[in-house]
């Protein structure tokens, strides 16, 4: 993983950083094909901020990886978390449906202490 941060310039004060993804890409395990999403991760950064450009590219590296929707989900909250260590984290991913059926996942973290 390689996604950049950068020092938060307002460490002091809780502000919300949303950043939303509207074409993510992934594959269903058991069929092989395509699945699409949007991506939304919502972050109240304590020291670090997460940059865009290199996020936008850790996302496009899920294209071809075989992952159900609830483990791509908490993989992205993990990898980010363990990368800035925010206060609170969300990550909610929203499918398009397949069969009627319509998802959408959320995981949170917050920072203990």
Known sequence: ???????????ERNFV???VAEEFTSVCPVTGHPDFGKIVLTYIAD??????????EYLQGYR????YYEAV???ILDDLVG???PR???VETIWTGRGGIHSAITAEHTKEG
């Open 47 to 56: 020291a670090q901020c997460i940059e865009l450009k290199t996020y936008k």
């Open 73 to 75: 989900t908490n993989k």
């Open 17 to 19: 950083i949303k950043h």
């Open 1 to 11: 993983m390689n996604i950049d941060i950068f020092d938060n310039p307002k460490p």
């Open 64 to 67: 071809n990886e075989g992952i």
């Open 88 to 90: 609170w984290m969300k």
């Open 83 to 85: 990368l800035c260590s």
